[in-house]
């Protein structure tokens, strides 16, 4: 079955523990993305990777850190996390960004409390 | 700068009804633009997608309507359904493979 899959689903963390969130598909897409989701903001990208070794910026990359050492795995590192980072995360893969082969494909989310 | 306005932020509608869902970009190199449905729990699902060379796409109950001019498009699904109630997003790109661009998204709600 085709899918993104994250780890853990939910994660209750203190401030400044280190902590990742794994993220991994089976589709062999090159374009995985990070997402945040917050009530009255909608999705905001974090990070986003075109392919192996190839990271950029999304739109608020402040606090995160990323790596692609493969192709299906993507994780999402909280080196010192901030209650303010207290949220929804969603990790996204797909061919490409745009149509024909743009449908990003969403995990499950991983719901983190940093308190 | 928030590039693609949504609106409403929630919609109430009753079982029957239509739903309409709205969205404004300004930037004029975007070329894609699909909706992603979202459900609790879940995490958001290409619904359908345009591309500006058409003004409208229907799949099913759910129509895309896009006026280039204007820089507008929405969505509006007919006959709604309580199953339809989610968080509805609509985004865009532009050429060169850029990241999609999400709107803050409408939580609706079809009551029977």
């Known amino acids: 079955e085709a899918q993104v899959t994250q780890n853990p689903r939910y994660l209750i963390t203190v401030t400044g523990k280190k902590l990742t969130v794994t993220c991994s598909q089976n589709?062999?897409?090159?374009?995985m993305s990070w997402y945040r989701q917050d009530p009255g903001l909608g999705l905001r990208q974090i990070y986003y990777s075109m392919n192996v070794e190839v990271t950029d910026k999304g739109d608020v990359p402040e606090g995160y850190k990323v790596s692609r050492k493969e192709k299906r795995n993507f994780p999402l590192i909280l080196e010192s996390p901030s209650p303010n980072q207290t949220s929804l995360y969603f990790c996204?893969?797909?061919?490409?960004?745009?149509?024909?082969?743009?449908?990003?494909?969403f995990g499950q989310g991983t719901r983190l409390t940093v308190v | 700068q928030q590039q693609v306005k949504q609106s409403p932020q929630s919609l109430i509608v009753q079982k029957g009804g239509i739903s309409i869902i709205n969205c404004a970009y300004e930037?004029?190199?975007?070329?894609?633009f699909p909706w992603y449905q979202q459900f609790p729990g879940k995490g958001p699902a290409l619904l359908i997608a345009?591309?500006?060379?058409?003004s409208e796409k229907k799949e099913g109950r759910f129509t895309i309507s896009f006026n280039k001019s204007a820089k507008q498009f929405s969505l509006h699904i007919m006959d709604s359904q309580p199953g339809d109630s989610a968080t509805y997003f609509c985004a865009a790109s532009s050429e060169g493979n850029t990241p999609l661009v999400f709107g803050k998204g409408t939580r609706l709600s079809v009551i029977a």
């Open positions: 930037n004029t190199a975007f070329d894609y």
């Open positions: 589709m062999n897409h090159e374009y």
């Open positions: 996204a893969s797909s061919l490409s960004s745009r149509e024909p082969l743009g449908e990003a494909f």
């Open positions: 345009i591309r500006p060379d058409v």
